[in-house]
């Protein structure tokens, strides 16, 4: 059975950082893309940042220079490190791990407000 586990969220100001972890078991975790995606209330999912089984990484406009994905295949955890976070990052993030197939964290909250 697939589990896909993030953690990491909460609230923050603007400006400051965050780092969101995001841990699957039952798949090879080396073998799969990872990815992280955001839904705002009333907006549709969006990708924020993407990274293969190789390590080729992709991200949204929007965070580019400011959030990193990263992996570490040994704990099977993908990391989204976010720094100089806006208002805007607000949202609930969710990990996808996919290949094959795909499966979906539960989301976490991320709350950037002053």
């Known amino acids: 059975q697939v589990q896909v586990v993030e953690s990491g969220g909460g609230l923050v100001q603007p400006g400051g950082s965050l780092r969101l972890s995001c841990a699957a078991s039952?798949?090879?975790?080396?073998?799969?893309?990872m990815g992280w995606y955001r839904q705002a209330p009333e907006n549709q999912r969006e990708l924020v940042a993407t990274?293969?089984?190789?390590?080729?990484?992709n991200y949204a406009d929007s965070v580019k220079g400011r959030f990193t994905i990263s992996r570490d295949n040994a704990k099977k955890t993908v990391y989204l490190q976010m720094n100089s976070l806006k208002p805007e990052d607000t949202a609930v993030y969710y990990c996808k791990v996919y290949r094959y197939s795909e499966y979906w964290g539960q989301g976490i909250q991320v709350t950037v407000s002053s």
């Open positions: 039952g798949i090879i975790f080396s073998n799969w893309h």
């Open positions: 990274m293969t089984s190789g390590g080729s990484t």
